[in-house]
């Protein structure tokens, strides 16, 4: 039997299943989530083939302010969760 991700999913392993002498199935293949698209500013944290319902922690390059949540979920789908964007730090100078 021959496996597939859903859309942008990616086989961690062998396409193909098949039915042992033993009658148990051999390994599943598993999928994961394809390499989230960042902007320049966002910095991708211990983030190695995540499987569905897995995390990628997200930071901000110097100097900037994360808004959103600080991570990405891969979802069920293969496909991310909403990425979070960074901004300038501004700091209010008094005269």
């Known amino acids: ?3 597939y991700c859903r859309e942008g ?3 961690t392993d062998k396409a193909e299943i098949k039915c042992e002498d ?3 199935w051999s ?3 598993r999928c994961t989530c394809p390499v989230p698209k960042l902007s320049n500013d966002i910095l991708l944290k211990n983030c ?5 319902e897995e995390k990628c922690f997200l930071e901000c390059k110097e100097h900037l302010k ?3 949540d600080y991570f990405v979920l891969c979802q069920i789908n293969t ?3 909403s990425m979070p ?5 501004y700091v209010h100078h008094p005269i």
């Open 9 to 11: 999913g990616q086989l």
């Open 79 to 81: 496909k991310w969760s």
């Open 85 to 89: 964007k960074c901004y300038k730090r």
């Open 66 to 68: 994360l808004i959103g």
């Open 1 to 3: 039997m021959r496996c």
């Open 27 to 29: 390994t599943f293949p």
């Open 48 to 52: 190695n083939a995540p499987r569905p």
């Open 22 to 24: 033993t009658g148990q």
